[in-house]
């Protein structure tokens, strides 16, 4: 079976544009979560999706920020007015809400703001 | 609050056996993983342990826990090549909301 898709796979912009970036999770997989991971640093929780409850926005750095899930499935991380601190790696995860609550990685978006 | 602490490098040498160290802050954590990330990649689960056990054994990797210290280990035994990768130390809570908390990651070298 297909596991977590992401696209694009890099996406290189000019400062101050808006940006979408894609995951597609594990079909039947409940919960969907969005990370940044920068040089050298750990993930950064930025949003999670379970079901249809309302997110858990906490970890969204600002509100040039926000994400959608439609339908339960496909989800959309915007970022308006793009600013170079922007810049890193974006990873999408999905699990299923019953067993260990492991999660499934998307390969991730290299994101560069010039 | 909770933190999860890594050592950022570790270098071994092929054949011999890589321990990676991970501490913690909260008490209460439910499942503890161990996740590989490579060049390019995403993450991937490559074990886990319940907080009520102090081991597990799976091929060459072992992980060990000790709950009092608040401590978690992974040992690769024969360690190769493929090896080399960044590995991730990630909690769970109890009654918590299902958003692990991850660790900066070890970045294990493996050279010949």
């Known amino acids: ?114 | 609050g909770e933190d999860v602490e890594q050592s950022l490098f570790l270098s071994v040498r092929e054949g011999d056996s890589s321990v990676i160290n991970c501490t913690y802050t909260d008490s209460s954590s439910t499942y503890l993983y161990w996740y590989k990330q490579e060049p390019g990649a995403g993450l991937q689960l490559l074990t886990y342990i319940f907080s009520n056990m102090d081991m597990k054994q799976d091929q060459r990797l072992t992980v060990l826990l000790n709950k009092k210290d608040k401590h978690l280990s992974l040992r690769i035994a024969d360690t190769q090549t493929g090896d080399s990768a960044i590995y991730f130390c990630a909690e769970t809570l109890s009654g918590g909301s299902y958003i692990p908390t991850f660790g900066r990651g070890t970045s294990l070298i493996v050279h010949p």
Request: proline share 4%; aromatic share 8%; glycine share 12%.
């Open chain 1, 1 to 114: 079976g297909a596991g977590v898709s992401q696209s694009p796979s890099n996406k290189v912009t000019e400062k101050g544009k808006d940006v979408e970036l894609r995951c597609d999770p594990i079909s039947g997989h409940t919960a969907l979560y969005w990370y940044r991971q920068s040089l050298g640093q750990g993930l950064e929780f930025l949003i999670y999706f379970q079901g249809n409850s309302a997110p858990d926005k906490s970890g969204l750095p600002s509100d040039r920020f926000s994400a959608e899930r439609t339908g339960g499935s496909v989800s959309t991380l915007t970022i308006q007015r793009t600013q170079q601190e922007d810049s890193a790696v974006y990873l999408c995860a999905s699990s299923s809400r019953t067993g260990l609550g492991e999660q499934y990685f998307g390969p991730g978006t290299r994101l560069t703001v010039t």
